[in-house]
């Protein structure tokens, strides 16, 4: 499947834009091929330079900002060059996408809102620039996919999904949005927690998962917040039973969560969690349980380690 985005010729330079993506569907780490097309009017056009970005609705630090439309990744493609008057010129591409590019599909479905758009800008004046947008569809990373489908198989059900603008304390990020995934907590592990955000964080050797526990209630001053993070690697994901653990992750989050409760004023707000500027954890092993209540002690067994450092 090609999709091309086409830009309306401009008037004032004569110049039409049009970017053809070979394969709009790809995911993190690899490249993403395509062209484009300039052709010129009349005249002659000079090209400063021609870039492309990665673009989609990201939520602001600031809570009481709308969202907007931002760029959050962009690579120089070609420039000073110039497309002769009633000619063409094609530019191609493989635009190398970030580790940590947001994922927008799952399963093959739309998660939630999210959408992402290829952006071409040409620019032929100091203070013009034109150019086309083209839809792009991430899908997850093998890990990813994982994890998303084991939350799906414990009964945790998505609430929402976005992006959020600014880095997280002592988490290595590269782009300067990360994408969080809102769940209503499955009945498993209810009693502790009512929500949980899923962050993921990816590089070339494997990927950082942040589970967020309530964030949202403790902004609203009903209880506190707590932050577990974790790490596995690309290689070998396929031989995890990664229900057993997902499982682990949350009982170890869920009972730090629990056990911070029973020290805590609920009805405090906590606006920093101090497990955020923490290395990722060890792999959990099996035996770890769910703390029914603030304080009390693990029911149950389960859980499982993936690699981890």
């Known amino acids: 499947m090609r999709l091309t985005g086409v830009a309306r010729e ?29 052709v010129a009017g009349r005249d002659d056009i000079p090209v ?36 002769p008057a009633g000619r063409r010129r094609a530019v191609d591409f493989a635009l190398p996408l970030p580790w ?16 992402m758009g290829l952006r071409t800008a040409v620019r032929v004046d100091p203070d013009f620039e034109q150019g086309a947008m083209v839809p792009v569809f991430v899908h997850p990373l093998p890990v990813q996919q994982h994890i998303l489908a084991a939350l799906d198989t414990l009964g945790f059900v998505m609430r929402q999904a976005g992006l959020q603008q600014g880095r997280l304390p002592g988490v290595e990020q590269t782009l300067p949005v990360q994408e969080w995934l809102g769940y209503w907590v499955a009945p498993l592990y209810a009693g502790p927690i ?29 209880t506190h917040q707590s932050v577990s993070r974790f790490r596995v690697w690309h290689a070998g994901a396929d031989r995890q039973d990664w229900v057993a653990v997902l499982d682990g992750w949350l009982r170890a989050a869920v009972n ?19 497990h955020v500027s923490r290395p990722p954890d060890e792999p959990v092993r099996p035996g770890f349980g769910l703390g029914g209540t603030a304080g009390s002690g693990g029911v149950g067994g389960g859980g499982g380690g993936g690699d981890g450092t």
Not at 14 to 35: A, C, E, F, H, K
Not at 57 to 79: C, M, N, S, T, Y
Not at 102 to 111: A, E, R
Not at 198 to 216: K, T, Y
């Open 10 to 38: 401009s008037g004032w330079t004569g110049l039409s834009v049009s970017t053809t993506v070979t394969n709009p569907s790809t995911r993190p780490g690899l490249r993403l091929p395509g062209r484009v097309t300039l």
């Open 48 to 83: 400063r330079d021609l870039r492309l970005g990665l673009v989609a609705q990201v939520e602001p630090e600031d809570p009481d900002a709308p969202k907007r439309l931002a760029q959050f990744h962009e690579v120089l493609i070609g420039g000073r060059f110039v497309v």
């Open 100 to 115: 940590e590019t947001p994922v927008t599909i799952f399963g093959g479905v739309p998660l939630m809102s999210l959408r």
């Open 194 to 222: 009512t929500e949980l955000e899923v962050i993921f964080v990816a590089n070339s050797a494997g990927l950082e998962v942040i589970l967020w526990l309530d964030r949202r209630l403790s902004l609203a001053g009903i």
């Open 256 to 274: 730090r969560h629990a056990a911070a409760a029973a020290h805590t004023d609920w009805s405090a707000r906590i606006t920093e969690s101090a």
